[in-house]
């Protein structure tokens, strides 16, 4: 089928493309494309803010995730939308760049666009939205740099209260909301614990045991494991050291033929006992030179076998094969030790030490911990709680916590949250449209009303009265506009309130971002108007699904 | 209904969603009250385990394995819970039972109870966020109250009495009961042989559970060593040894193999008999070894062909083959020996000691198991559990493993609160006064809260036979009025209401432990207004 003219006369059709693509055009494939991500806005729209609601999804395979954060709930969506798709990439962008805010920009975006739905169909063309639309992001974000305020970084303690604030923010909206004092000291600690230049999140490590009160999570200032499998003789190694001297390996210590297609030809009975001395002493080698260096705990990524496992008990070493790689990579990091992949050659400057090493039960399982360490610049969080994907949004939340934090170190500009500093850029952009005298001055105008979305989301998603709030909000700002300027919805207090004073803070570079990625999204959906969406090629899995409509 | 539905400006649908049609979604309050009414099916199923007087339940699984328990966690791991908020159910008595081993029923019943209140708040139109948030500050002062009420039991090494009655409560409502006090002191003796007094820390890999089937509940003992379900390779071996050495072996008593790949071609004769003179040459001088570095017994984790079967007996060396991997770890550590990995490096000091190794023979079925008694280590113990039928020996395990859980968690945290649903019901007025002060809507959530609270007693008093309403307000209003808050509910119609005097005990941690986690799972599933599920084909 090629294009469907919409020609009154009969023609010849002349076909162009292959039989089965689908093509849309124009401006209906343009508003059907606005619709679509209208409607994928709407499935995330009550998860914002601290009353907003979490989403319960099965996938195919039935794993079950419980979440409230923007971009895993539009990654499992799994829109096949195109135009509905960039705002998954938004999300998922938001989420790699700054971590939090992922759930609001997908909703600015669907609003910029639901708010130039009407220019679309009145003929208005797209280019002269897309225009206004840059130009209101620049405005926006260069307002948003002259408001934040900066902290001084120099008084520790200020700077701590700053990012202790930022945390607590980006958790309002999470299950842990209500632990918020709790976790962002952790979060926080965790944070200050890395490197402060590199800031690398995978130096923090989050294990998740089910089984007790999310109250009962702790942070390790060193690595935290969970035992891996032994092998028996496992029990009668010592569990704790005090200073313990701490080598890993990328070695298999296990007794086995050394190359897997290698073939002896015995010739006579008496060498086979010359052929498993041989091999015996390859592993005893690896073992005493081991020992040699005097280390009395040793871990491996590779299987530690039954035969070293009772070697080492029999010399008082404990040992751990089958460790992850990140949780090694920690245990160096904390401890100063190499990762060696032989044996030879290894000496007691490989070894790496912390100030105490222990085996310990938490919940149902054992934890290998190693605790004060001289150079951690690593830490471990301990997840507990009382479901599987309780703790997995737990971590969810914290991730993104962990994000802002960083992003707030590394830029100690902050904005006021819960809709604030939107309706105060809402304003802004009202006041300077006015004095353009081209068609962006609707535009602008849509912009600043589209960005009014997440004060009166978050007052729908708390079950207050919306246009109350919203028309009291406005006028606030627009009475003084630098008094009233962090003007937002106080949930707590149902009210409209300075919620700069109530440390209701975000770094500005969420914002900044959110704003440039939304109007990004936007301007991408508008400047498509035609899709040509070539058939799938045989698929077995789509046949029988409905072709995807325009 | 699918999962996203829109239509063009021409009223046509379109798809946004990949297999759009497959997908099913509830949202709103919808949502929300469906979630309820499954969480409340499954805790109902529960309800009736719950205390001494509590029902036990029959679980077959798909392949006709009959289960029978009265523990909340097995029952729900068993049940195969399709629907999502069950499975969340069944998780968070998991998560009790891999925390504090003890009070998974509770933990359910009392989360069903919590959502059956909100159901209620939902119908007035409370957000489920301020339900929640009241739930959390009722949470807050139950714990606290808790805490308040606690008492802490004093217990030594030599005086385990008070330990003793904490985990006859836990077993209270088990199958077990018929053997109240020993299987209570069993309990106790096995953690306190294997626990870490200073560290506070009790590895459970110590502690083996055998189960035989036959003779009797009351037949079931401690051994201060271990079992194990082998018996001696030779039936003309030895029963009984005395002060035995025993060499742990984990090599197979044969002629060593290289573990490359190997060929070894015979040709004439002579070669052949070579090989056989060369395989009865090792045989001999590995039994030398043994002998010489002085054991009198071999335990090997593989196995020897029936000649060297014969061999060892001639040699009067009673052998033990093809015993597991952990029984091998802990009879080392249980005789202080050590696991040696090829016959060279035997030696006297690797050997481990036991008083006595016998071969004990159950009933008239010719089934053995082999007991290693007196270890020079007593840090590994083995419940050897006997019981009429499979189904009651596994029940027993189970319950065992909990009364040891609750002495673990005393060891742990000597502080108890009082059981018979004492502490519930005195945490419960203590919600209620506080909710009385709250101005703002929480109020009437904690007020649920503390309605939720009283269904323990509730389904306490029901199970027991007693009328629910009656013995509440009867229990409460004594509470009141004299202010002991270790009143409860009689279930053994004893007519002692103070379960300090009843000595009904539960640890604190595990009370607390409930509450948390039922409190914040209902959170969560309060929270939920949105459920998008991929329907599998056959639905």
């Known amino acids: 089928m090629a294009r469907r003219g919409q020609v009154p006369m009969m023609q010849p059709q002349v076909i162009v493309l292959k039989e089965g693509t689908d093509t849309s055009q124009g401006v209906p494939q343009l508003l059907s494309n606005i619709s679509a991500c209208l409607a994928v806005c709407d499935t995330i729209r009550t998860t914002l803010g601290p009353r907003g609601m979490d989403k319960l999804i099965v996938d195919g395979q039935g794993r079950v995730t419980i979440s409230n954060d923007g971009a895993t709930i539009m990654k499992l969506l799994d829109v096949v939308q195109p135009a509905a798709r960039t705002l998954v990439d938004i999300a998922r962008a938001q989420d790699a760049e700054v971590g939090d805010g992922t759930t609001s920009v997908v909703l600015l975006a669907g609003e910029l666009l639901k708010e130039v739905k009407e220019f679309v ?307 802004y952009l009202r006041e300077s449209a006015r004095r353009i005298e081209e068609k962006q001055q609707l535009v602008i105008t849509a912009v600043a009303k589209a960005l009014e979305v997440v004060p009166r989301q978050l007052c729908e998603n708390a079950g207050f009265d919306t246009t109350d709030f919203i028309t009291q909000l406005r006028a606030r700002h627009a009475q003084d506009p630098d008094r009233f300027r962090w003007y937002g919805v106080d949930i707590e207090e149902e009210a409209v309130s300075d919620l700069f004073e109530k440390f209701v803070w975000e770094p500005a570079l969420v914002k900044i971002n959110a704003i440039a990625s939304a109007t990004e999204a936007a301007c991408l959906v508008l400047s498509v108007d035609e899709t040509v969406s070539s058939q799938k090629s045989q698929d077995p899995m789509a046949a029988g699904r409905p072709m995807p409509g325009r | ?178 053997c109240h006090d020993q299987f209570a002191q069993i309990a106790v003796d096995a953690i306190l042989s294997v626990a870490d007094l200073e560290r506070k820390d009790v590895d459970f890999e110590l502690i083996k559970m055998e189960g035989k089937v036959g003779g009797e509940l009351a037949n079931t003992s401690l051994v201060k060593g271990v079992v194990i379900d082998k018996d001696f390779s030779h039936p003309q071996m030895p029963k009984e040894i005395k002060d035995a050495k025993i060499a742990i072996l984990t090599c197979p008593f044969e002629p060593p193999k290289p573990k490359t790949k190997h060929k070894l071609d015979i040709t004439t004769v002579k070669e052949f008999e070579e090989l056989q003179k060369y395989e009865r040459d090792t045989f001999e001088s590995m039994i030398k070894q043994v002998k010489d570095c002085g054991a009198n017994v071999v335990a090997c984790q593989w196995g020897f062909d029936d000649e060297a079967n014969s061999l060892l007996l001639q040699h009067k060396l009673p052998a033990i083959r093809w015993v597991g991997g952990p029984e091998i770890e802990l009879l080392a550590i249980a005789t202080n020996g050590r696991i040696v990995p090829r016959f060279e490096d035997l030696s006297g000091e690797k050997l481990g000691s036991a008083g006595t190794i016998r071969e004990m023979t159950f009933g008239t079925t010719n089934e053995n198991m082999i007991v290693v008694e007196d270890c020079a280590n007593s840090k590994a113990v083995t419940v050897f559990v006997r019981g009429g039928n499979k189904m009651i020996v596994d029940e027993a395990k189970r319950s065992l493993h909990d009364a040891m859980c609750v002495v673990r968690n005393l060891i742990v945290d000597n502080r108890v609160v009082y059981g018979g649903a004492a502490a519930e019901i005195s945490c419960s007025i203590a919600v209620d006064k506080e909710a009385d002060q709250v101005s703002s809507i929480e109020q009437y959530a904690m007020r649920s809260f503390a309605r939720a609270l009283d269904a323990i007693p509730m389904a306490l008093a029901e199970n027991s036979g007693l009328p629910p309403i009656e013995t509440l307000s009867f229990v409460k209003s004594q509470q009141i009025k004299q202010g002991i808050t270790s009143l409860g509910v009689d279930c053994m119609d004893t007519g002692i209401n103070d379960m300090k005097e009843q000595f009904v005990f539960d640890p604190l941690i595990s009370k607390r432990q409930q509450f948390l986690l039922a409190t914040q799972l209902v959170k969560m599933i309060l929270k939920i207004d949105d459920v998008i599920v991929h329907k599998t084909d056959d639905q």
């Open chain 1, 121 to 427: 169909e009145e003929g208005v063309s797209s280019q002269v939205i897309i225009r206004g639309f840059r130009r209101a992001a620049e405005l926006a974000i260069e307002r948003i740099r002259q408001l934040a305020v900066s902290v001084d970084r120099t008084d520790a303690a200020e700077a701590r209260a700053l990012l202790e604030k930022c945390a607590a923010t980006s958790m309002n909206s999470k299950l842990i909301g209500s632990q918020k004092e709790f976790f962002t000291k952790m979060v926080v600690d965790a944070v200050m614990r890395l490197d402060q230049d590199q800031l690398n999140e995978d130096m923090i490590g989050i294990k998740k045991i089910p089984g007790g009160a999310m109250q009962d999570s702790l942070l390790v200032d060193g690595v935290a494991f969970k035992k891996s499998f032994s092998y028996a003789g496992f029990e009668q190694q010592p569990k704790a050291f005090d200073a313990p001297r701490i080598v890993c390996l990328n070695v298999e210590l296990e007794l086995k033929a050394e190359k897997d297609n290698a073939e002896v030809r015995v010739d006579r009975v008496a060498d086979y006992q010359a052929i498993v001395d041989a091999e015996w002493k390859i592993i005893f080698d690896k073992l005493d030179a081991i020992m040699a260096t005097g280390a009395n705990v040793v871990l491996s990524r590779l299987p530690i076998g039954d035969l070293a496992t009772q070697y080492f008990a029999d010399r008082n070493v404990f040992c751990a094969g089958r460790v992850s790689k990140d949780d090694l990579d920690r245990v160096c990091e904390a401890t100063g030790c190499r990762i060696q992949s032989t044996t030879t050659d290894l000496t007691a400057a490989h070894l790496g030490t912390c100030e105490r090493f222990e085996e310990r039960q938490i919940g149902g399982q054992r934890f290998n911990l190693f605790r004060g360490c001289p150079e951690a610049k690593t830490c471990t969080i301990v997840l507990r709680g009382g479901a599987e994907q309780f703790i997995d949004e737990v971590e969810r939340s914290l991730h993104d916590s962990i994000m802002v934090v960083r992003r707030a170190i590394k830029s100690h500009a902050v904005v006021a949250g819960g809709g604030a500093i939107e309706m105060e850029l809402s304003r």
């Open chain 2, 1 to 178: 209904m699918s999962a996203i539905y829109t239509t063009d400006e021409y009223g046509r649908p379109f798809i946004i969603v990949r297999e759009q049609d497959k997908k099913h979604r509830k949202t709103g309050i919808e949502a929300t009250k469906a979630h309820i009414v499954a969480a409340k099916t499954v805790s109902n199923i529960v309800r009736t385990s719950l205390g001494p007087r509590g029902l036990d339940k029959i679980l077959i699984s798909p392949d006709g394995d009959i289960t029978i328990s009265n523990d909340g966690a097995t029952i729900m791991s068993q049940m195969a819970i399709e629907n999502q908020i069950g499975k969340l159910l069944v998780e968070l008595s998991k998560s009790q039972d891999d925390e504090i081993g003890d009070g998974t029923t509770g933990i359910v019943v009392l989360a069903g109870a919590l959502l059956e209140q909100a159901e209620e708040l939902l119908d007035r139109g409370i957000h489920p966020i301020r339900i929640s948030d009241g739930f959390e500050r009722a949470c807050k002062i139950a714990v606290a109250h808790l805490d308040k009420v606690s008492d802490v039991i004093p217990w030594s090494k030599d005086d385990t009495s008070d330990l003793f009655k904490c985990a006859k409560t836990s077993l209270g409502s088990k199958i077990v009961n018929k």
